[in-house]
């Protein structure tokens, strides 16, 4: 039987297993979108396609599978490229449809027309214009293919109304042959026992893991390998939930915000073991001076990962999961002699650089203490919240002081750091659990940049709390200024601003505001008790930091503290 | 130092621009860049030539790789190779130049392929070495316009390049 590009599009959704999109029509959609109520797939009308791209990505880190999202052509498509280069920097496998003119109208300058293939060509994993119907369902099993294979990223199929309405013989491909294509997903066991071998003799090694633990869902392997090597473990922000925070082997986060111990054990260990990470220069400083005595291991699916900045002793590439099953298999049949006594020495100095400089910060009983709101915040969900942070000292603060114990519980731009990307994420993952708590620690600033999608969370009955850390500041911008401009706090002030409880009357949602530490825990309690969106206003200190802090281009052992 | 690369390409739309927006956006130099089809008309090769150390060499053939359309990079620092390359040079051919611009062109094997009153448009193959010392000797005649192809490269000896 013949389909229609329309009927295809959504064979292939259901084929894939795909149960929402995030979207919003427009002119070269509507035959897509008169086709989708015959459907059985929930569709989420978003009020920004910024917003559908970032649920869409929401919705890929909570759950683990791929995020789709649908906008129409020009302006619908260039408003979701942030989204894009959001999931792009962070490796999140999300699938964005794009609406285009008629093939025959392409390139010239027609109405509502973007080249969105070249605009974002730098910012996708792959991209596809589809110029013909019969290309359609492969393209679409690809691309779901490319997106969570291999290093997962975003993937932008971009529609030409002519071929969404035109008709042919639809077959869903069973196989997928791209030439081009072939991710190493199998460790090397060779590089795996040279790696073993080199761990055996380490002094003080360390492991270094990042969002690739929580791609491959190597969490319990991490955890297993942590403590089967008496080996301390810290993540990069990406990574945080890959390893239980309650943990005596845990080290906190490291770079510019981590933890003294994160950084002075890099500073100090022989052997740091990367798993999943890239060396962002968030996380090495200066890179001369990042793990100056360690060798160093690198397990990486992307090859294009390894010794890009830091020249790497021991490259393994292929997948962390199945490399870790790999190294657990070595530790079990040959285990380290004398492995309590060997690490003792280490793991006795961490714990003095634990004591030295521990996570802290001083409630006092007039202004609210924004770490003391998200401490709060993990105290009253049991820490079994998923997180989504906007940008700045809100997600740096979230990061530290929600003590992350499960994989996909964290949902924060690392690597592009884009404001307004907390709200919709939340919303994405609230989406796929219905039941769970979803919470947004969330800036004054940045929740201004999708706040839109408020409405969207009440049409859906999707009742994410966002937390304000109200600071009247683009406060992270603000403590540079601070720090290294001698407080020029130029266009960082946000005194002016909306009344965040009025505004989220206006939404339907439920507005809360504390001004004294003594209510924050009842405005927290009344919102996870709300069956509502909820936002809570949390006035706090104007001119709190986010510490340690290591300053740009200094050595990560290089922190102030205070 | 200087490289050649051999990429094979799916012939897709945009796939040139796929591997130049990499060089670009990754600040990696391409020195020249020469593309057509193989025998398989779904396949282009293109040679290209770039510069870096070895850490950036790698990273450039990582990266080339990593591209979803391309299907084989051949790095030919790793294999023996012939490299070619073609110029078309418009030298100043007046009455008193002319037997010295044909002597030239006869001696590197080179071609008149058009004549105009006052200039010849000679075409030479060959290695670098080559195409660089018929344009000194020309350069003395007056040379009114270059253009060149940029390197071809293939490996030496059995299929290791062209053929899949
Ligand atoms: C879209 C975007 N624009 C600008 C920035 C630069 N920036 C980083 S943090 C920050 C301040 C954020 O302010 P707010 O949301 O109030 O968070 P706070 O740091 O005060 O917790 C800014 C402007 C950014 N990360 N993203
Ligand atoms: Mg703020």
């Known amino acids: 039987m013949k389909l229609t590009g329309a009927q295809i599009f959504f064979e292939c959704l259901k084929a894939e297993g795909v149960e929402v999109i995030f979207g919003l029509p427009g002119g070269v959609l509507l035959d897509l979108y008169d086709e989708m109520p015959k459907h059985d797939i929930r569709h989420i009308l978003v009020r920004h396609e910024q917003g559908a791209a970032h649920m869409a990505d929401g919705y890929a880190r909570a759950t683990g599978r791929v995020g789709v999202c649908l906008v129409t052509s020009g302006p619908g498509a260039t408003n979701t490229v942030t989204g894009i280069a959001t999931a792009y920097m962070d490796s999140i496998p999300i699938v964005v449809f794009t ?15 973007a080249d969105i293939v070249g605009i974002t060509r730098p910012c996708t994993k792959h991209n596809y214009l589809v110029k013909d119907v019969r290309d359609l369902a492969r393209i679409i099993r690809e691309a779901f293919y490319l997106a969570h294979s291999g290093r997962p990223g975003p993937i932008l199929v971009d529609l030409p109304k002519d071929v969404i309405n035109t008709k042919t013989e639809f077959k869903y491909p069973k196989k997928i042959s791209m030439k081009g294509y072939k991710p190493t997903t199998e460790a090397h066991m060779g590089q795996i026992k040279r790696a ?20 491959s869902n190597a969490a319990k392997e991490l955890k297993q390998l942590g403590e089967q090597l008496r080996c301390p473990v810290t993540t990069t922000l990406m990574g945080l939930g890959g390893f239980p925070a309650p943990h005596e082997l845990w080290l906190g986060m490291l770079g ?12 100090n260990t022989d052997l740091l073991i990367a798993i999943g990470a890239r060396f962002d220069d968030r996380v090495t400083g200066k890179l001369d001076e990042f793990a100056p005595s360690a060798k160093i291991i690198h397990i990486d699916i992307d090859p294009t990962s390894i010794s890009k900045n830091v020249k790497v002793d021991i490259p393994i590439v292929g997948d962390c999961q199945d490399a870790l099953k790999k190294l657990l298999q070595l530790v079990k049949e040959s285990p380290i002699d004398d492995l309590e006594k060997v690490r003792k020495p280490w793991l006795d100095q961490i714990q003095k650089w634990k004591e030295t400089y521990p996570l802290a910060y001083e409630q006092k009983d007039n202004l609210i203490k924004p770490q003391y709101v998200v401490e709060k915040l993990y105290e009253l ?34 690597g592009l750091g884009t404001m307004g990307y907390g709200l919709p994420a939340a919303i994405g993952a609230q989406a796929a659990f219905p039941d769970r708590l979803v919470i947004d620690v969330a800036g004054d600033g940045s929740i201004q940049m999708c706040i839109q999608e ?14 304000i850390l109200n600071n009247q500041y683009l406060g992270m911008v603000r403590q540079w200024q601070q720090l290294f401009y001698e407080k020029n706090y130029c266009a960082t002030c946000l005194k002016i601003a909306p009344d965040f409880v009025k505004l989220a009357e206006a939404y339907g949602a439920l507005g809360l505001r504390a001004h ?12 996870f008790a709300s069956p509502k969106p909820v936002i809570m206003d949390f006035v706090v200190n104007p001119e709190e930091c986010v510490y340690p802090m290591v300053p740009a281009g200094a050595a990560m052992t290089e ?4 | 130092m200087r490289h050649i690369l051999g990429v094979l390409v799916e012939n897709q739309p945009g796939v040139l621009s796929r591997v130049a927006g990499l060089f670009s956006g990754r600040g990696f130099n391409i020195e020249s860049l020469t593309v057509a089809e193989t025998l398989d008309k779904g396949v282009s090769h293109i040679t290209l030539v770039t510069t870096g150390d070895e850490m950036i060499m790698e990273q450039i053939v990582k990266h080339l790789n990593k591209l979803v359309n391309v299907i084989k990079v051949i790095d030919f620092r790793e294999v023996k190779f012939v490299d070619r390359e073609m110029a078309l040079i418009k030298v100043k051919a007046e009455a008193d130049t002319r037997a010295e611009a044909l002597r030239i062109t006869n001696i590197f094997r080179g071609k008149v392929v058009d004549v105009c009153q006052h200039s010849f448009t000679i075409e030479v193959t060959g290695d670098e070495g080559k195409i660089q010392a018929i344009l000194d000797l020309l350069s003395q005649l007056g040379i009114v316009e270059v253009v060149r192809t940029g390197k071809v490269a293939i490996a030496r000896g059995r299929k290791n390049s062209t053929k899949r």
């Open chain 1, 99 to 113: 609406g285009q003119v008629p093939t025959a109208l392409i390139g010239n300058d027609a109405f509502q027309e």
């Open chain 1, 256 to 267: 510019m915000h981590g933890t003294f111990r994160a950084n002075m054990a890099v500073g």
């Open chain 1, 516 to 527: 004294k530490p003594d209510e924050v825990e009842s405005v927290i309690r009344e919102a």
């Open chain 1, 381 to 414: 969900s049991e820490g079994k919240g998923i997180i989504a942070t906007e940008v700045g000292q809100n997600q740096m603060w979230a990061a530290q002081y929600y003590h992350f114990s499960e994989p996909r519980t964290l949902l924060t731009s690392g």
């Open chain 1, 196 to 215: 073993y071998t080199a761990i055996g003799k380490a002094k003080r090694p360390m492991i270094y893991a990042g969002g690739g633990v929580i791609s």
């Open chain 1, 559 to 562: 922190m102030l503290l205070a």
């Open chain 1, 454 to 467: 408020m409405i969207t969370a009440v049409e859906n009955n999707l009742p994410v709390k966002v937390a």
